[in-house]
């Protein structure tokens, strides 16, 4: 006997092959294209409202708009961001990684620097440098302490859509615009203007696919986190009303598990007795040093008070009142 599982074809997954039966979804989606808004669908998980995002962009960029207007073609693909409890309205078009920025500004080019200082010293002491040689090795030991955050900004859904709209050639051929080349994945945009869909997607369909078996992970369960911004909610934070209405725990792979310590123990053979644990929060950070037997170093300047500290459990080795105060050579 046949079932859907058993006739199920790979074209199930073609947006062109998707059926739009409804008459006034149908209304909705050529008004929305019409007045230039977007559109916004409810319904219960499974109902259909991401594939018909993927079923317009096949439509549009199959058989274009049919109302008169003039627009570039469309990309057969809509552009697709998966909102978040902790997302930001920039999230929708860009995500900056300060933290790898930081990294290539102040740590891989201040390494790259010194290179190129022993190289420079190493020539001159073996011979008499003309002035220009000198003056060439200054601009490049320079240009290494340079650059722009541009190969650190990804852009998101609306961000590759504006963009999209131009073009990747008219971006770089204008003068205000072709520093956007540097942008990561840049070079993945096609060079001709294009229309797109953008999909907007929500993410609370975890319940229902938890509930139903799947496997249930998180990188930490912290229940507030610390940025700029002030505090936000951690990942037990955003996991909690998941166990709550599934009854399923979470198992969490990153802090305070220890495994994880484990694992880069033993892929860089480090020590733990001869490493430091320095965290701002008890219940993780402290925690799961405590664990892998690391000397821990608390820093007041996060989540973690002073007072917090009188009533907690856990007894780090050493208190601070923030990164800058640790003096590594004065521990032991």
């Given at each position: 006997m046949f079932d859907l599982t058993s006739i199920r074809t790979k074209r199930d997954n073609s947006p062109e092959h998707y059926l739009l039966e409804?008459?006034?979804?149908?209304?909705?989606?050529?008004?929305?294209?019409?007045?230039?808004?977007?559109l916004?669908?409810?319904?219960?998980?499974?109902?259909?409202?991401?594939?018909?995002?993927?079923?317009?962009?096949?439509?549009?960029?199959?058989?274009?708009?049919?109302?008169?207007?003039?627009?570039?073609?469309?990309?057969?693909?809509?552009?697709?961001?998966?909102?978040?409890?902790?997302?930001?309205?920039?999230?929708?078009?860009?995500?900056?990684?300060?933290?790898?920025?930081?990294?290539?500004?102040?740590v891989d080019d201040q390494d790259r620097l010194k290179i190129s200082t022993s190289v420079s010293h190493e020539v001159k002491v073996g011979?008499?440098?003309?002035?220009?040689?000198?003056?060439v090795k200054k601009e490049s030991s320079e240009s290494l302490m340079s650059g722009t955050a541009h190969s650190f900004i990804k852009l998101n859904a609306l961000g590759k859509a504006i963009l999209q709209a131009w073009g990747k050639d008219a971006i770089l051929a204008n003068e205000k615009l072709s520093d956007l080349g540097n942008l990561a994945e840049f070079d993945d945009m096609q060079n001709e203007p294009r229309s797109s869909v953008v999909l907007?997607?929500?993410?609370?369909?975890?319940?229902?696919?938890?509930?139903?078996?799947?496997?249930?992970?998180?990188?930490?369960?912290?229940?507030?986190?610390?940025?700029?911004?002030?505090?936000?909610?951690?990942?037990?934070a955003i996991i909690a009303p998941i166990e709550s209405a599934t009854g399923c725990k979470a198992y969490v792979v990153g802090k305070?598990?220890?495994?994880?310590?484990?694992?880069?123990?033993?892929?860089?053979?480090?020590?733990?007795?001869?490493?430091?644990?320095?965290?701002?929060?008890?219940?993780?950070?402290?925690?799961?040093?405590?664990?892998?037997?690391?000397?821990?170093?608390?820093?007041?300047?996060?989540?973690?008070?002073?007072?917090?500290l009188k009533h907690s459990a856990y007894e780090p080795d050493y208190v601070f009142e923030n990164v800058g105060c640790i003096k590594l050579g004065e521990l032991p």
């Open positions: 409804d008459k006034g979804l149908e209304a909705a989606v050529q008004m929305a294209i019409w007045l230039g808004k977007p916004l669908l409810t319904g219960l998980p499974g109902t259909g409202k991401t594939q018909l995002a993927y079923k317009v962009a096949n439509v549009l960029s199959s058989n274009g708009i049919k109302n008169g207007e003039r627009v570039c073609p469309f990309i057969d693909k809509p552009f697709v961001f998966n909102t978040k409890t902790t997302s930001a309205s920039t999230d929708l078009f860009y995500y900056y990684d300060a933290v790898r920025h930081f990294q290539r500004r102040y011979m008499e440098e003309e002035p220009s040689t000198l003056t907007i997607d929500e993410i609370d369909k975890a319940i229902e696919l938890v509930a139903h078996g799947a496997k249930f992970i998180t990188a930490s369960d912290e229940k507030k986190s610390l940025t700029e911004n002030g505090i936000k909610a951690g990942c037990g305070p598990n220890h495994l994880m310590i484990r694992n880069v123990e033993r892929e860089f053979g480090i020590n733990p007795l001869e490493t430091l644990m320095i965290g701002d929060s008890l219940d993780t950070d402290i925690d799961v040093g405590e664990q892998a037997q690391m000397t821990t170093v608390l820093v007041l300047s996060g989540i973690t008070s002073r007072e917090q």
